[in-house]
């Protein structure tokens, strides 16, 4: 059975930091590029990044780049989300996404809510 399982979500102040994980299984993780995607209340689902299978390069929106870090540990079976300075506008509901070929999965999703 194929599972994505975010955590690390949660409540942090504007200028503070958080680090999502997302656990991988019932796939063979390593084959997947993983993406990060959040939606906002009243607003369209949104790419915030990626990691390739490859060599591990990574691309970001610019609303995030410089602010956030994608990361994966094969191993684990793992994708991580580092989020630094969070504002705000970064409030969402975050998930991740595995893609190979057409095989596409997504996890529940989190809640990140910035307030101070």
């Known amino acids: 059975q194929v599972q994505l399982v975010e955590s690390g979500g949660g409540l942090v102040q504007p200028g503070g930091s958080l680090r999502l994980s997302c656990a991988a299984s019932?796939?063979?993780?390593?084959?997947?590029?993983m993406n990060w995607y959040r939606q906002a209340p009243g607003k369209e689902r949104e790419l915030v990044g990626f990691?390739?299978?490859?060599?591990?390069?990574?691309n970001y929106s610019d609303s995030v780049k410089g602010r956030f870090a994608i990361s994966r540990d094969n191993a684990k079976n793992t994708v991580y989300l580092q989020m630094n300075n969070l504002q705000p506008e970064d409030t969402a509901v975050y998930y991740c996404?595995?893609?190979?070929?057409?095989?596409?999965?997504w996890g529940q999703g989190i809640q990140v809510t910035v307030s101070s």
């Open positions: 996404n595995a893609v190979w070929f057409t095989n596409n999965y």
């Open positions: 019932g796939f063979t993780f390593s084959r997947y590029r």
């Open positions: 990691i390739t299978r490859f060599d591990g390069s990574t």
